[in-house]
Every structure is written in structure tokens, then in C-alpha cells.
């Protein structure tokens, strides 16, 4: 059974940084990544990382957020650095299986105070 775990929100200021991790358990994955909710705001792509590394990234986050991923422990990180309040959301991570479906997480809460 496929398993993912989100840690590291929080409530930070603006300008300061974050750094989320994601473990994946019960299969290989391929594609890992990380989309985000606001109140009353549909969820959104934020960034996504292959098993070899290429990462890309929503135009609102690029330079600030970097995504990276270590396969050994199913792992992959997004370091969130000079947030701002419009980032403030539920972070959920994504994992997707060389078999089955999209995992998810069960999002972790990231709180900019302005």
C-alpha cells in the first residue's frame, strides 16, 4: 500500500523560509511533487521533480522554492525561501507509482505572517 507522509509547515514571517519534506512508502516512484490550497482558492501546481532530477515550477515561485529529491529514502523537499503572504496554504505532496495511481499526503499547513 502506497503511504505518504508531509512534514515542516508552520508559521513563518514574510521573508522568512520553510523547508517541507515528503516520504513515500510502498512502491518505487517515479514523478514526486507538491501542489497547494488557499482559502477559498482551488488546489494549484507548485513545483515537480523526476526520479532523474528535472524539476520545474510555477511562475510565482520560481527563484524562491527549490524542489529536490533523494530516491534512496523516497524522499523529496521543497525549500521555500523569502515567502510571502500569497504563499500561505495547505501544501499537499503528490507521489506517482510506476504501477497504480497519484498518491497524496494530507497536506501540511504553511502560515506568512505579513
Known amino acids: 500500500q502506497v503511504q505518504v507522509v508531509e512534514s515542516g509547515g508552520g508559521l513563518v514571517q514574510a521573508g522568512g523560509s520553510l523547508r517541507l519534506s515528503c516520504t513515500a512508502s510502498g512502491s518505487i516512484f517515479t514523478a514526486m511533487g507538491w501542489y497547494r490550497q488557499a482559502p477559498g482558492k482551488q488546489r494549484e501546481w507548485v513545483s515537480i521533480?523526476?526520479?532523474?532530477?528535472?524539476?520545474n515550477y510555477i511562475d510565482s515561485v520560481k527563484g524562491r522554492f527549490t524542489i529536490s529529491r533523494d530516491n534512496a529514502k523516497n524522499t523529496v523537499y521543497l525549500q521555500m525561501n523569502r515567502l510571502k503572504p500569497e504563499d500561505t496554504a495547505v501544501y499537499y505532496c503528490h507521489a506517482d507509482p510506476t504501477r497504480g495511481s497519484r498518491a497524496w499526503g494530507q497536506g501540511t499547513q504553511v502560515t506568512v505572517s505579513s
Open positions: 521533480i523526476t526520479r532523474s532530477g528535472g524539476t
